[in-house]
């Protein structure tokens, strides 16, 4: 029950993460690689802030401010210098990292003997601790809830239509430049965040620990897709939440069979390839059959499943 517990855990902090991560690849078409810098950017100001005697829950919510600077930033990069949307991102990602260590003093920041958010309250049952998982619950029901309320807004249409159509955007006399610094700032925000909170649960940050949190956010939100697409009323922040859950606990369940926590970026990268490849309309996992002729035709295409 405490590893179920632990992958929900560890999930739900993840959440986080996969709706930034859903916003600017899945809605804004916008493969933002600063996300690596981000995550540990949260961290490193939550770290910091902590060390000082800063409130705890004040503490991550400047880490959300920090992350949507920084989100501000790639936008900048790409709508104003006209930076390309991939090498955007890199360039913060990397710039973060020295910030980062700036930030902190050091590569490793230990904060086991300072308040937490997880310190403010407990609540048992047996053997097991609920109050992390109702914390990270409360942080993760409110984000979802502000996002799908801010998807219905007309900024909300705005940044989907953006994604769907630049062209169409431009043509309504809206400036789409906007939109896409606006959905980067968002997108960052939570994810420093989900770095914030994540320090606070693990009890310490570390310079390293956002290597590959972008593409362990992809196969969340692709695990997410790809098993709740067919489920209409599934909204797009639930996906993301659920894709997360998924794949922490695929993860946890690699290695309860053996797998060294040293193959843990190997297994991501299988993740993310057999769900791209399942997501794929023309992979090897979609049932084909032979029709009249030889031609091979979808069996969804003639309305079989």
């Known amino acids: ?16 993460v996969s709706i930034g991560v859903y916003i600017t690849y899945k809605i804004l078409d916008f493969p933002d690689l600063s996300v690596d810098g981000t995550f540990p950017l949260g961290a490193a100001v939550c770290a910091a802030l902590l060390a000082n005697g800063v409130n705890p829950i004040l503490s991550v919510f ?9 989100g501000c930033i790639t936008g900048l990069l790409h709508v104003k210098l006209k930076i390309d949307s991939l090498m955007s991102g890199i360039l913060v990602m990397i710039g973060l ?14 904060l086991f003997n300072f ?26 029901i409110v984000a979802k ?21 630049e062209q169409v955007v431009t043509s309504l006399g809206i400036n789409k430049d906007n939109v896409k610094i606006m959905a980067l700032m968002i997108s960052n925000g939570l994810v420093a965040l989900a ?10 940050a570390d310079v390293g620990m956002g290597t590959g949190v972008v593409v362990m956010g992809l196969a969340s939100v692709i695990i997410g897709v790809s098993v709740f697409q067919k489920m209409s009323f599934v909204k797009a922040t ?7 859950i998924i794949y922490k606990a ?8 053996g797998l060294s926590p040293n193959d843990l970026k190997l297994i991501t990268a299988v993740i993310v390839i057999i769900a791209l490849a399942a997501n794929n309309k023309g992979g090897i996992f979609k049932r084909k059959k032979v029709m009249k002729g030889g031609v091979l035709a979808n069996a969804e295409s003639k309305g079989t499943v």
Not at 116 to 140: D, H, M
Not at 238 to 244: D, E, K, N, Y
């Open 97 to 110: 990292y020295s910030i980062n260590l700036r930030i902190m003093g050091k590569s490793n920041s230990p």
């Open 62 to 70: 400047v880490s959300l401010a920090a992350g949507a600077v920084a």
């Open 238 to 244: 639930s996906l993301a939440i659920f894709g997360a």
């Open 195 to 204: 770095g914030g909170l994540t320090a606070q649960y693990q009890g310490f």
């Open 145 to 165: 809830i502000i996002m799908d309320l801010f998807l219905k807004t007309k900024r909300g249409f705005l940044l989907i239509a953006t994604g769907d159509n």
């Open 115 to 140: 308040g937490n958010i997880f310190k403010s309250f407990e609540l048992n049952v047996g053997e097991l601790r609920l109050s992390p998982i109702i914390i990270i619950l409360a942080f993760v």
């Open 1 to 16: 029950m405490s590893l179920v517990l632990n992958v929900l855990e560890q999930g739900l902090l993840f959440a986080l």
């Open 250 to 257: 695929v993860v946890a369940i690699a290695l309860q069979l």
